[in-house]
């Protein structure tokens, strides 16, 4: 029950290892890495509720028909669902923690209501607790978030992180360095900036725009590279900079 990229990246290899996964989505698209998965061929599930108590529901059918030895969550919404439908299958439960989801940044963010995330944070805490077997955080830092704001003792985390095929996207080199920057009509002196994320608050975008404008002028061959989504287009943009000083 995850909605990431990851999982289209993890999914081939449980099947080499004897894994027979169902994936159970919470929310339709019919593009990008859905369309990925379920071209694949993989078992694919889409739940129509949109409520909790139907979800739950649709879930415990899809636990008695598949008889899973474990039941994996992502993201809130499956995780309080995953949970509660795992806990009545008497399923063990993993979930992923993927994001620092309380961190003081949220609760700043003006389209957030605090007392709205607070009520979140109570219930996901109280349920991860209680019903969840055991979590896989992608990072140190995430660990670390979810002991702090959700009281998840530290010895039912375990870090892994993320991983990607590197037959498909390969291994760095030099060479693919310059190929790639050929590609994108870099010269090969320019320092580049690799921005990757959403178009959110918490990702606070404004303040990489104060440093990019910082730094431009002092740097004439600095090139910014942003890529996630929330844009209406690529925005791999060369800032404008005063030209080289003279020697």
Same mark, same amino acid.
């Given at each position: 029950?995850?909605?990431?990229?990851?999982?289209?990246?993890?999914?081939?290899?449980?099947?080499?290892?004897?894994?027979?996964?169902?994936?159970?989505?919470?929310?339709?698209?019919?593009?990008?890495?859905?369309?990925?998965?379920?071209?694949?061929?993989?078992?694919?599930?889409?739940?129509?509720?949109?409520?909790?108590?139907?979800?739950?529901?649709?879930?415990?059918?899809?636990?008695?028909?598949?008889?899973?030895?474990?039941?994996?969550?992502?993201?809130?919404?499956?995780?309080?669902?995953?949970?509660?439908?795992?806990?009545?299958?008497?399923?063990?439960?993993?979930?992923?923690?993927?994001?620092?989801?309380?961190?003081?940044?949220?609760?700043?963010?003006?389209?957030?209501?605090? =007392?709205?995330?607070?009520?979140?944070?109570?219930?996901?805490? =109280?349920?991860?607790?209680? =019903?969840?077997?055991?979590?896989?955080?992608?990072?140190?830092?995430?660990?670390?978030?979810?002991?702090?704001?959700?009281?998840?003792?530290?010895?039912?985390?375990?870090?892994?992180?993320?991983?990607?095929?590197?037959?498909?996207?390969?291994?760095?080199?030099?060479?693919?360095?310059?190929?790639?920057?050929?590609?994108?009509?870099?010269?090969?002196?320019?320092?580049?900036?690799?921005?990757?994320?959403?178009?959110?608050?918490?990702?606070?975008?404004?303040?990489?725009?104060?440093?990019?404008?910082?730094?431009?002028?002092?740097?004439?061959?600095?090139?910014?590279?942003?890529?996630?989504?929330?844009?209406?287009?690529?925005?791999?943009?060369?800032?404008?900079?005063?030209?080289?000083?003279?020697?």
């Amino acid at each position: 029950m995850a909605r990431s990229g990851s999982l289209a990246e993890i999914l081939p290899e449980l099947t080499v290892r004897g894994v027979d996964p169902t994936v159970v989505c919470l929310y339709h698209r019919e593009e990008g890495v859905e369309q990925q998965v379920v071209s694949a061929g993989f078992d694919v599930r889409f739940v129509k509720a949109t409520k909790l108590r139907g979800r739950v529901r649709a879930l415990r059918a899809i636990i008695e028909e598949r008889a899973p030895a474990i039941v994996h969550t992502s993201i809130f919404e499956a995780d309080l669902a995953g949970r509660i439908a795992g806990r009545r299958g008497r399923v063990p439960v993993l979930t992923s923690l993927v994001s620092t989801t309380y961190a003081p940044i949220r609760f700043a963010d003006p389209k957030v209501k605090p =007392w709205k995330l607070r009520a979140l944070q109570a219930v996901d805490g =109280w349920t991860a607790r209680r =019903w969840t077997t055991h979590f896989h955080a992608n990072s140190n830092t995430v660990k670390e978030a979810a002991i702090r704001d959700l009281g998840i003792r530290p010895e039912r985390i375990t870090v892994i992180h993320r991983g990607r095929d590197t037959i498909r996207l390969g291994e760095p080199s030099a060479e693919r360095k310059r190929l790639v920057r050929e590609q994108l009509g870099l010269p090969p002196q320019a320092i580049v900036v690799l921005n990757a994320g959403r178009q959110k608050y918490a990702k606070n975008q404004s303040t990489l725009l104060e440093a990019a404008a910082i730094l431009a002028p002092r740097h004439p061959d600095l090139v910014f590279s942003d890529r996630g989504p929330g844009r209406e287009q690529d925005a791999r943009t060369r800032l404008p900079s005063r030209p080289p000083r003279s020697r």
